[in-house]
């Protein structure tokens, strides 16, 4: 996958530099508190960023103006052409569109170059923050 750019974002491929920015909002409590995994130590992250930069799983969703990392999308490919869809943000960009942003930007991108046909998205119930529920295409 070459680089999905929309009108404020970069989607692409992580990268073992990451790190650091992945650990700013993996170390955050309030990010992952509805995520299956804890907070993130600084060398968690740098294992993490290196394990995603080879997961086509994973895409790092980073600003068009300054490149910087402010969270990720999540699509991997199950069965009869199903994905699953999942995203985390830094808390410092949440509630600016973003995510919606990025997510309907790779929606169409599994839909027109990955042969996707179908794309779930699955939500803690306990998760009450706007837009945590993938609003951004429902």
Known sequence: MEKIITDRLIIRRFDQNDWQDL????????VV???????????QAKEEAAK?????SFYAVCLKENRKLIGNLYL?????DTWELGYVFNRKYQG????????????DYAFT???AR???????????????YLNAYI
């Open 23 to 30: 650990y700013e909002y993996l170390s955050d409590e309030e």
């Open 33 to 43: 508190k509805y995520e299956p995994y804890d907070i993130f130590s600084e060398e």
């Open 52 to 56: 995603r930069s080879k997961d086509e």
């Open 76 to 80: 991997c490919k199950g069965y009869f």
């Open 96 to 107: 600016k569109g973003y995510a919606t942003e990025g997510v309907k930007a790779l929606l």
């Open 113 to 115: 170059h990955l042969g």
């Open 118 to 132: 179908r794309i779930i998205a699955m939500c803690n119930p306990q998760n009450e923050v706007p837009g945590s």
